[in-house]
């Protein structure tokens, strides 16, 4: 079975085919909201930028998300590259989670000084390690159930979204986050891409490069194919299955 990820320009794909599938941020994902505190401003605690794709047909993923181009790539490479499929969470689920959550945070809280307040900014700033950093946590004396949790979280989704079925693609690398900007998401992707072309330090962190043999195929709609046919002949992807809608 092969994973689609899509997009909706054409200059998107062809900027897959030059530079890989971006690290984006997705701000539906539930490990945020089963993993903020309900007193605080906590920051999300994802170590980086994440890549989805889903199972689903082309027509159905064409008009479940509204875009009109992909990429299908193998499982295989796909889970060498370590996607997982999204674990959908009921609110039964949730209300556990977030009753470990309380609890765990009630836990830092009691490590303490009385006079320190809960809206103090050093317990902000505290809580806030405990929240992103699994040693941090640890070393407040969170069980080690926490960071499982937190690790498994990263794949965590909504049911609401179940109809989806998707999978992410985690980066691990530090990512630079640039969700809080006024960008839309249009320009954000511009700007993780022009990162990638210019600074190559960071261009492993952002995106991940598709091998020929790990491309099922290259979808675009009828009026477009001549002119992404001929623009992939200049690619390593040029013997390429291209499927028209």
């Known amino acids: 079975m092969a994973l689609l990820h899509m997009t909706d320009r054409l200059e998107n794909l062809q900027s897959i085919c030059e530079y890989g599938l971006l690290f984006?941020?997705?701000?539906?994902e539930a490990a945020d909201?089963?993993?903020?505190?309900?007193?605080?401003?906590?920051?999300?605690?994802?170590?980086?930028?994440?890549?989805?794709?889903?199972?689903?047909p082309y027509c159905d993923a064409r008009d479940l998300f509204g875009s009109r181009y992909g990429v299908a790539v193998t499982q295989e490479w796909a889970k060498q590259i370590g996607a997982r499929p999204v674990v959908y969470i009921d609110?039964?689920?949730?209300?556990?989670?977030?009753?470990?959550?309380?609890?765990?945070?009630?836990e830092i809280k009691s490590g303490l000084p009385a006079e320190i307040t809960e809206h103090d900014d050093l317990t902000r700033w505290?809580?806030?390690?405990?929240?992103?950093?699994?040693?941090?946590?640890?070393?407040?004396?969170?069980?080690d159930q926490y960071a499982t949790l937190r690790?498994?979280?990263l794949w965590f989704q909504?049911?609401?979204?179940?109809?989806?079925?998707?999978w992410r693609i985690r980066s691990g690398d530090p990512f630079i986050n640039i969700e809080d900007t006024n960008l839309d998401?249009?320009?954000?992707l511009d700007?993780?891409?022009?990162m990638v072309k210019n600074i190559k330090g960071l261009q492993a962190n952002l995106a991940r490069v598709i091998p020929p043999n790990a491309v099922d195929c290259f979808y675009v709609p009828k009026g477009r194919r001549i002119a992404f046919a001929e623009f992939i002949q200049g690619t390593q992807y040029h013997d390429s299955e291209i499927a028209c809608e």
């Open 91 to 106: 609110s039964e689920t949730d209300a556990e989670f977030t009753e470990l959550r309380d609890q765990i945070f009630a």
């Open 158 to 166: 909504r049911a609401g979204y179940r109809e989806e079925r998707e």
């Open 191 to 194: 700007m993780l891409l022009n």
């Open 24 to 28: 984006t941020y997705n701000p539906l």
């Open 151 to 153: 690790r498994q979280a």
């Open 126 to 143: 505290l809580m806030e390690l405990a929240v992103t950093k699994p040693a941090f946590a640890k070393s407040m004396g969170v069980p």
């Open 185 to 188: 998401k249009t320009e954000q």
């Open 33 to 56: 909201t089963l993993f903020g505190s309900k007193e605080q401003a906590v920051a999300s605690f994802a170590p980086g930028g994440m890549i989805c794709l889903t199972e689903l």
